[in-house]
């Protein structure tokens, strides 16, 4: 007899180890990605663009992870036909780790922007609010992964929350940013630039709230996409 | 015995007719992200904004359509436990139906930027170049629907190869609008608008090669992400 069979919570230790394998590869893929968007919040910090190339060598580790946890929760679904709770991991790490690769597009977008502007010097004042705005980001990227590694609905539903200041936030540097370009059309260029960095980093927030929506999903069964915000907490309380 | 038993391609007829009906609905759902982005382009044309209503209302039936496809195939994998082909073509659909729904989304964000744009009367200038940016990815995003209905790795292709097309149009749009607001400073909000509508375009395009490849994924298994275009023609040539 197979000593693999009936040990555990499941009926294969084995497969318990594989769940545990993906679940730490998640949140391996999620500190490269931190440091994408660290770095490139350092280089707007400092001014100093040299650690930008890193963010590209992280992106391409963060894209071969992606591709080898998709193919590793392809294979425990043709393997081990998982039922249930699961079968609902596997489901919501496939596509949290496609937002985690976004993320890490999007971080990289930024680090371009970034690197842009600071060789064609722009004036500080027009970038001044996207480090605020970055803060906010990487610190709900923070959250949100700890959301994941705990599975905790009711940090998903708080971070939710913390989407809507970034949002806000996003807003507050966008209007300063028109007001700029109208009185300083010359370095229209430049602002835009900012703006779309500023996009990329609110981008990064919707990325953030889908990963706490696949924890719901995992922890409820409860699909709360296209939900509002007020009815998920009801649900949940 | 089961007479649902050992019939067709698969163990089960029924199972074959679950398949099918996946496929029809995610059609389906392309069809209503089609129109969407038709009533939109329509709008933009004569000017007339009363149709983004509807655009609305579909985006409404796409998100319950997405969320019944991702349940069926949730139930298909618990249930029927498919292998190789079948769990491929269940993975490729999840992902596929995601995109189908943001794309619905862009569509509703360029539809409300086009009502934005029109009800403050902005010169029709500004915004000349995004009607053809949005042909382009409308017949795009057609013939990304055929290769999914079609299965066709050929025209995967061609189709990625039509979406550098889309970049290079928008990065047109964009240098256009760039000069528009320094010449006019006073309508520089009106011309970012447009610039958010060319970027959710562009997006649109994004989205439809993310369903070529997984159409690749599933007739090849072979995982084309993060891989260059010429490199996926060799391999499928």
Known sequence: MNDDILVGGHISRQFDQELDEIRSRVLKMGGLVEAQL??????????DSSGITDVEKLDRKVNKLEMQIDEECTQILAKRQPAAGDLRMIIATTKSVRDLERIGDEAERVA?????????????????????????????????????????????VKNMRKDQDVDDEYARVLMHLIEFMKTDPDHIAGALDVMWAARSLERIGDHCI????????LVEGEDVRHTKLSRIKKQLS
Do not use: F, Q
């Not at 970055?134 to 959250?143: F, Q, R």
């Open 210 to 217: 889908n990963i706490c929506e696949n924890v719901i999903y």
């Open 112 to 156: 371009h922007m970034v690197r842009h502007v600071l060789d064609n010097g722009a004036a500080p004042k027009s970038y001044s609010g996207l480090l605020a705005l970055g803060e906010e980001v990487k610190e709900l990227l923070h959250d949100t992964l700890n959301t994941y590694a705990r599975m905790e609905t009711r940090s998903a």
């Open 38 to 47: 660290d770095k490139t919040l350092d280089a707007l910090r400092s001014g």
